[in-house]
């Protein structure tokens, strides 16, 4: 099989490290923490933060995130593991020019530093990933982003809804880690 796997979210832990961020600038903010810890997203409600803060916020740290984002919990393993079963695994990502000075190294310095086991990797441009998977013939795409998710399977390309602490009830098919995430491309085969 031809997996096609987003890179945040479902193995670099970019959340966690975007929070991380959050919370160390809120305090230099108004240092009024987490004021809605069910939001549905960091950017979404979860700070008192205006959408002009964030913009800010991203264009100064996303890199630095990005750079010292953690590998999600067995990822390599099960990547490896996958690779040995077989399977092609295609990296595609959003990553631009607009958000980074080279989006490019950035993500190869970070997958070579991690040692990430990929064939290729796809610099996206636009949010919307469905072009990539059709030119790569993928047979699965893995994205932590609902919204993702179903534009690649509005195209009739399958997928699987990796779930992070924002998960909200989908009908799209869904994994918690890596483990069921393996599992699940197994019964697939």
Known sequence: MIIGLDIDGVIADFDAKVLEYVLLEDKKKRNKGIINSNASYITE????????????????????????SDVIDGAIDYMKQLKEDGHKLVLITYRTDKMYQNPRQITEDWLEIHQIPYDKLMLSKSRNKVEECRNEQV???????????????????????????????????????????????????
């Open 45 to 68: 409600g979860m700070f008192d933060w205006s959408k002009e803060e964030f913009r800010d916020f991203f264009k100064q740290y996303r890199e630095e995130i990005v750079k010292n």
């Open 139 to 189: 047979d699965l795409y893995v994205d932590d982003s609902i919204w993702n998710c179903e534009k690649v399977l509005e195209n009739d390309i399958p997928v699987c809804l990796f779930q992070t602490r924002f998960f909200t009830q989908t009908q799209i098919p869904s994994v918690n880690g890596w483990s069921q995430l393996y599992n699940f491309i197994g019964k697939m085969q």
